[in-house]
């Protein structure tokens, strides 16, 4: 089994940054792909970016490419989420899952994903 916190969540003003984190528990989390979706509110949870097992593989959904970096370090059970030129459309609770086969073949399906974290609520002022 395992377990996924996030945290580095808050609100920030248009044009700022902001860096997710996403700390698993359990030995076999370097073998995961790990992905971050995101929820507004009245919206469905939707993708947002991947990160296979190795890091050699990253995916982004087009409304965040070239704004949001996906990075991780297995030797700290902790995969990233850097979000710079953040937009009041970014407003949302992040989760991270993470999908325990280590093929990772649609990263951009919720389906995918065998764990979920609780979320961390980010919000992005005008």
């Known amino acids: 089994q395992v377990q996924l916190v996030e945290s580095g969540g808050g609100l920030v003003q248009a044009g700022g940054s902001l860096r997710l984190s996403c700390a698993a528990s359990g030995r076999t989390f370097s073998f995961y792909g790990v992905g971050w979706f995101r929820q507004a509110p009245g919206k469905e949870r939707e993708f947002a970016a991947g990160i296979n097992w190795s890091g050699g593989n990253t995916y982004y959904a087009d409304s965040v490419k070239g704004r949001f970096t996906i990075s991780r370090d297995n030797a700290k059970n902790t995969v990233w989420l850097q979000m710079n030129s953040l937009k009041p459309e970014d407003t949302a609770v992040y989760y991270c899952?993470?999908?325990?086969?280590?093929?990772?073949?649609?990263?951009?399906?919720?389906?995918?994903?065998?764990?979920w974290g609780q979320g961390t609520q980010v919000t992005v002022s005008s």
């Open positions: 899952a993470a999908d325990r086969t280590r093929a990772y073949v649609y990263p951009f399906f919720q389906s995918e994903y065998d764990y």
